[in-house]
């Protein structure tokens, strides 16, 4: 009868155990403490800006100066110098790249001058690999990707990916596709 007993209870706690690998895991969802923003532009992609989610900021990203843009999407269509920065746009039909620099071209960590604003609403350019036509479902499957879910939310005919302390970028929809993508810094 034990030996009865004690098999049966064996034989249950194997049955639980391949049962319990046999579940799909389900895995945590957050985004890595420091989020590369990519810009797509000419066909060349530029990481301009990490979002660090752990001290609540973006950067810009420490290697990318002027002069290394440059090289990749050629010479800005319109540059404007200023006391303390340079601004630096390059523009396609409708869509707008926008970033300041300090004097001399460069971007840092610690002092970042001028704003900037990414807006695109045609398809020479992507944001975070999401472009204008993208459907909602692979934006929003690539955004949560890259950001986490709980930083991707959608608001009416928009999803927005909240990037503290910074306003957060806006993927504005319209009949189910991205119809235009906005994220700027003053």
Known sequence: ?????????????????????????QVADAAAKTVKVTVRYKGKNVTLYAVQYSKSRVIPHSNKT????????????KVEKYDSYNS????????RINFGTDKKGN???KEYTGGFVIDIRNKK?????????????QALQKL???????????????????????MPMIFELKSGKVKSINWFSS
């Open 144 to 166: 949560r990707k890259q950001f986490g879910k709980k930083h991707v939310t959608i608001q009416g005919n928009a999803i927005w990916v909240d990037t503290p302390p910074l």
């Open 125 to 137: 350019a992507s944001l975070c690999g999401v472009k204008v036509g993208m459907s909602k479902k």
């Open 66 to 77: 002027y002069a290394s843009v440059k090289k990749k999407w050629g010479k800005a269509n």
């Open 1 to 25: 009868m034990k030996k009865m007993k004690k098999r049966l209870l064996a034989f249950g706690l194997c049955l639980a155990v391949l049962f319990g690998s046999l579940t799909p895991v």
């Open 107 to 109: 971007r840092s960590y």
């Open 88 to 95: 630096y746009t390059w523009k396609s039909g409708k869509t």
